[in-house]
């Protein structure tokens, strides 16, 4: 049983990512609970192992295999029977005859930002005291990358899916808009219009890969770099930033 779970923001790829206060709750912890997710992803298990050795923990490692999501269900529905199964694992996982003291998690990015790991959380029963520990987000290691504000001067700034850009197109409002989850390449439906894009993918990491210019020039190179480094590593993460006011 979990009785205190923390949630440990490890960044977008470099050690250096995590946060002093987290590398102390990853040494403080009694068990780190490690996700597997599956053949040719096995680059984002070890730069969590090198986390937990720079961070000098004795903790018990636990592995559990990520479910994968079943397709044949709608989107929504698809997601929540995805996070019950995971929540489920995690209780197993931590059932096998684990030390007692807080169970961690190192989570990719920020567990605030476009990350289901709180939600997951909430599923669990009996609900832990849950501690959330904040890490680099991947929109922070992307404007870093590149050196450039993430918003204009007194102007808002937007955060989607690529689904939702696909789906429902710009939002209105706003001059940028910064996109996650797109598996789909969204940006190409704008290649008409005068507009920039700053893309990066492996953030943070030794693969990291840049690329920026306005999407009329750039949506088909990028398109291309993606596949290509997807079927290198077999997996990819990546986000951009769009501005209409370049």
């Given at each position: 049983m979990i009785d205190t779970l923390w949630l440990i923001g490890i960044g977008t790829g470099s050690p250096a990512h995590v946060t002093g206060e987290g590398m102390a709750a990853i040494r403080d912890a009694s068990v780190i609970l490690m996700p597997h997710k599956g053949?040719?992803?096995d680059d984002l298990a070890e730069l969590r192992h090198?986390?937990?050795?720079a961070s000098g923990s004795e903790?018990?490692?636990?592995?559990?295999?990520?479910?994968?999501?079943d397709e044949n269900l709608p989107y929504l529905e698809?997601?929540?029977?995805?996070?019950?199964e995971i929540a489920k694992?995690?209780?197993?996982a931590s059932d096998k005859n684990t030390p007692p003291g807080p169970v961690a998690l190192l989570v990719w990015g920020d567990p605030s930002l476009y990350d289901s790991t709180l939600r997951i959380a909430q599923r669990l029963v009996p609900k832990p005291e849950i501690r959330v520990f904040p890490g680099v987000t991947s929109i922070q290691a992307l404007t870093a990358a590149h050196a450039i504000p993430l918003n204009d001067i007194n102007g808002p700034i937007h955060i989607t899916t690529g689904r939702r850009l696909r789906d429902e197109g710009w939002p209105e409002g706003v001059e940028r808009v910064v996109v996650m989850l797109d598996g789909?390449?969204?940006?190409?439906?704008?290649?008409?219009?005068?507009m920039m894009i700053w893309w990066g993918a492996y953030l943070g990491m030794q693969e990291q890969i840049l690329?920026?210019?306005?999407?009329s020039e750039a949506a088909e190179r990028i398109v291309a770099t993606r596949k290509e480094?997807?079927?290198r590593h077999g997996w990819i993460m990546d986000t951009y930033l769009l501005s209409r006011n370049a």
């Open positions: 053949q040719g992803k090198r986390i937990i050795k903790a018990e490692i636990v592995p559990f295999d990520y479910p994968l999501r698809r997601v929540e029977s995805w996070h019950d694992r995690w209780h197993a789909e390449a969204g940006f190409q439906q704008f290649q008409s219009e005068d690329d920026r210019g306005h999407i480094a997807r079927a």
